[in-house]
């Protein structure tokens, strides 16, 4: 792909640019060295930083090769805590005015880089990229994301979820600023970007296929992600349950009568239904109290085992909870 002409502008702007990895070692070198010949076209500053989500193939040693480099820096985290998690150490320990987030699998073409510049240096405070087709998923897959953005759509109603945008985006200043402070736990970074809001522009683009290796996305993890997603940002299925048995209760109510009028009275049936209805239900709340678990535990997102490239000597993931609520509590 050729690359764009020099990104020109008149600005001090800081750009960080956060590639989260794990088990990446076969396709890294070529990303770092496509990635290294783009960056190399902007007229901003810039820093690359690399996390590596417990990655146990090689990638470490790639990444510290890497960070021999001016402004390329890595994160070490001690284990494998999932992608969310090490967006969410990017974000901590990036120094950028903007963010860039980026996968290594070749699947976001770097190339695009510079027009999501152009685009937030054109007043745009979020960019998304916004996959044009699914021809390079697999037909579950593309079912799969069918279903999740109808899902979402259909429960959250207070903000759009533009559909096929995926973590390739730019952030910029002020939803950045908004984001670091947002105190939750349970983060999903697709969801609380949107939710956000800021002046937001959509890109359409081909992504490519995979340039090796295989999906770390299991069929029960994207489950899982679209559980995170509706027990984080709606209510609505707590209260289509109140309504539900609400109605119930309605319809119970007239079948006793109407079985106590005409002296035929029966409850095997309605015990087993109210049953499997009740079941639901706490299913349901359980749930939620699970997710508000994670949030009142306010256990650290992730741990740092090293870092590589130009940190302070004993940088550590930030505290469970910040100084100021401390100071509150005592």
């Not at 069918?146 to 959250?156: I, T």
């Not at 200043?173 to 969801?191: D, I, Q, V, Y």
């Amino acid at each position: 792909m050729k690359l764009p002409s020099r990104v020109q502008a008149d600005t001090h702007e800081v750009i960080s640019v956060i590639v989260c990895c794990y088990n990446e070692a076969h396709v890294l070198p070529e990303f770092h060295r496509r990635l290294m010949l783009v960056m190399d076209t902007l007229a901003v500053a810039y820093e690359v930083l690399y996390v590596n989500d417990g990655s146990q193939d090689g990638s470490c040693e790639l990444l510290e090769a890497f960070c021999r480099a001016p402004r390329i820096r890595c994160l070490n985290l001690s284990r494998n805590f999932g992608k969310e998690s090490a967006m969410s150490a990017g974000l901590d320990h990036a120094t950028g005015d903007a963010l860039l987030f980026i996968d290594a699998d070749l699947q976001d073409p770097p190339e695009l880089i510079p027009l999501m510049v152009r685009q937030w240096l054109a007043g745009n405070d979020i960019v998304n990229m916004q996959r044009s087709d699914r021809r390079s998923d697999t037909a579950g897959k593309r079912l799969g994301a069918q279903l999740y953005y109808k899902l979402m759509n259909l429960l959250v109603d207070k903000y759009p979820v533009p559909p096929d945008v995926s973590d390739f985006r730019l952030i910029g200043a002020a939803p950045l600023h908004a984001l670091r402070n947002m105190p939750e736990r349970a983060t999903l970074m697709k969801g609380l970007v949107n939710w956000l809001g800021f002046k937001t522009v959509e890109i359409p683009y081909q992504r490519a296929r995979r340039g090796a290796g295989k999906s770390k996305w299991s069929p029960m993890a994207l489950v899982d992600l679209a559980m995170e997603g509706v027990l984080a940002f709606s209510r609505k299925p707590l209260r289509w349950f109140s309504l539900l048995s609400l109605a119930i209760l309605l319809l119970t109510g007239g079948y006793l009568l109407r079985q106590w009028l005409i002296d035929a009275f029966d409850v095997h049936h309605l015990i087993l239904g109210a049953l499997a209805l009740a079941l639901v239900g706490i299913a349901m709340v359980g749930e939620y109290i699970g997710a508000t678990l994670v949030e009142v535990k306010r256990r650290p997102l992730y741990f740092l085992r090293s870092t590589f490239g130009g940190f302070p000597r004993r940088l550590q993931a930030p505290p469970a909870v910040p100084s100021s609520e401390q100071d509150e509590i005592r």
